[in-house]
Every structure is written in C-alpha cells, then in structure tokens.
C-alpha cells in the first residue's frame, strides 16, 4: 500500500487499484485530496498491468463535498479554483483511459455526488444515507460543468427533482436517481466493487479507452471548455 497523501492511500489487488479516501472526518473534497486522487489515476493509467479503479469511502461516508473551510473563507479566488479543480477531477474520471468503479460507502453530496457521476460503475451502500446534489437548498447554482455530467448521467425522470429542487435520497433511492448502479449491504461495498473492478480489467484495455473517448468526447470537450471558461472568468463559484 502506498500513501499519495495522509487521506489517500492505495492498495493493489491484482489488476485492481483501490484508492481509499479517509480523512478521519466528513471526507470533505479539497485540494490536496483532488491531487492525491489525480496522482493515483496517474500511475493506473500509465501501469499498463493495472486494468480498473476503485475509489472507496470511509466507514458512512464517500464524500461529503468541498472542503467547507475554503467554501465558506471569504476568499473567492480559493473558492474558483478549489471548484474548477473538482471540475477537472469529474471529467478526468469520467474520461480515465481505465474503468473506474466507485465503492460508496455512505454519504454523497455536492461535490461528492458529482464524483460519483464520473465514475464508471457506481456500488453503494443500503443504508440511511444521504446522496445528492444540494446546492440549491443551500443557495447556490451548479456550475456549467456540474451541469452538464448531470444531464449524462442522470436519469431523464429525475433530473429535474435532483437537480433543480435538490433532492437529497437514501442508498436506493440514489440508483433510481441515476447516482448509483446497485446497492448492496454496507460490509459489501467493498468486495463487491473490487469484484466489479475485476471483471472490467478484463477488458481489452485498448478497445475501452478508445471507446471512451468515441462515446463520451463531446461531453468530455464541453466540460473541459466550461471548467476553462470558470478559471477565466474568475466568478464566484456556485458549490
């Protein structure tokens, strides 16, 4: 096991990384967690013996979005680039040369939610959890980029409802919401999303990443231009 940071940490199973994010706490999405999170995709995508990706939460919760002391420091240049960051986070995973499966073991929001919309194969926990993009119950607008992942990933059904009015949902209600794939009991969480992995890293590695790129590019091009657009434009961010 290597550590990328003190909350990140890897495990290599076979051809399956698992990155496992702890940072004693809510989980919270900040700068040096988006780093440690981009330098383990680093080394899995240039490992050519690595074929998938785990991202798995602490005990209760996967993530709980960004890191509030710099949402709520009064300093918006922070606040730009900390969601800017995130941005690029979400759309590297949803792009990664490698499949990723997320192991979400509890809570979900904001930020958090989002993460788990660029992941490939989304296992979570059935428990009482919440999971879902708040941000207009607490006053604020998702960004473009935010956005747009949603419009992708969401379901048609209930984009609207978690979008626009922020519904927030349990476990089960999250995979009809188009947040998670499956639930499963939360000791197998885990297990189950390094079986998942296992079967995706039998993939022709090749044939996945350029299928990826055929399928979601023009997504992956309007994010990459939004998030730009964000860091020039030096506005206040909305998350």
Same mark, same amino acid.
């Given at each position: 096991?290597?550590?990328?940071?003190?909350?990140?940490?890897?495990?290599?199973?076979?051809?399956?990384?698992?990155?496992?994010?702890?940072? $004693?706490? &809510?989980?919270?999405?900040?700068a040096?967690?988006?780093?440690?999170?981009?330098? &383990?995709?680093?080394?899995?995508?240039?490992?050519?013996?690595?074929?998938?990706? %785990?991202?798995?939460?602490?005990?209760?919760?996967?993530?709980?979005?960004?890191?509030?002391? %710099?949402?709520?420091?009064?300093?918006?240049?922070?606040?730009?680039?900390?969601?800017s960051? $995130?941005?690029?986070?979400?759309?590297?995973?949803? /792009?990664?040369?490698?499949?990723?499966?997320?192991?979400?073991?509890?809570?979900?929001?904001?930020?958090?939610?989002?993460?788990?919309?660029?992941?490939?194969?989304?296992?979570?926990?059935?428990?009482?959890c919440?999971?879902?993009?708040?941000?207009?119950?607490?006053?604020? %607008?998702?960004p473009?980029?935010?956005?747009?992942?949603?419009?992708e990933?969401?379901?048609?059904?209930?984009?609207?409802?978690?979008?626009?009015? &922020?519904?927030?949902?349990?476990?089960?209600?999250?995979?009809?919401?188009?947040?998670?794939?499956?639930?499963v009991?939360?000791?197998?969480?885990?297990?189950?999303?390094?079986?998942?992995?296992?079967?995706?890293?039998?993939?022709?590695?090749?044939?996945?990443? /350029?299928? %990826?790129?055929?399928l979601?590019?023009?997504?992956l091009?309007r994010?990459?231009?939004?998030?730009?657009?964000?860091?020039?434009?030096?506005?206040?961010?909305?998350?």
């Amino acid at each position: 096991m290597t550590e990328p940071s003190p909350h990140v940490t890897t495990e290599r199973l076979d051809s399956v990384m698992v990155v496992h994010l702890d940072d $004693g706490k &809510a989980n919270a999405l900040s700068a040096t967690m988006i780093a440690a999170i981009s330098t &383990a995709l680093d080394e899995a995508e240039a490992d050519d013996t690595i074929g998938a990706v %785990v991202l798995h939460g602490r005990p209760g919760r996967f993530c709980a979005g960004f890191d509030l002391s %710099v949402m709520r420091g009064g300093d918006f240049a922070a606040v730009a680039t900390l969601v800017s960051d $995130g941005g690029e986070l979400v759309r590297r995973l949803y /792009g990664s040369s490698v499949p990723i499966v997320a192991a979400s073991t509890g809570h979900a929001l904001a930020a958090g939610a989002l993460i788990l919309l660029g992941c490939d194969v989304r296992v979570g926990a059935d428990i009482d959890c919440k999971i879902g993009l708040n941000e207009v119950a607490i006053g604020m %607008v998702l960004p473009a980029w935010a956005i747009t992942i949603a419009q992708e990933r969401l379901s048609r059904r209930h984009i609207q409802l978690a979008v626009a009015t &922020a519904q927030v949902t349990d476990g089960a209600g999250a995979v009809q919401a188009g947040f998670l794939d499956v639930v499963v009991p939360e000791a197998e969480v885990l297990p189950a999303a390094i079986e998942k992995a296992t079967e995706l890293a039998a993939l022709n590695g090749r044939a996945y990443a /350029g299928t %990826v790129l055929a399928l979601r590019g023009p997504v992956l091009d309007r994010m990459a231009a939004q998030v730009t657009a964000d860091r020039e434009a030096g506005a206040t961010p909305t998350v």
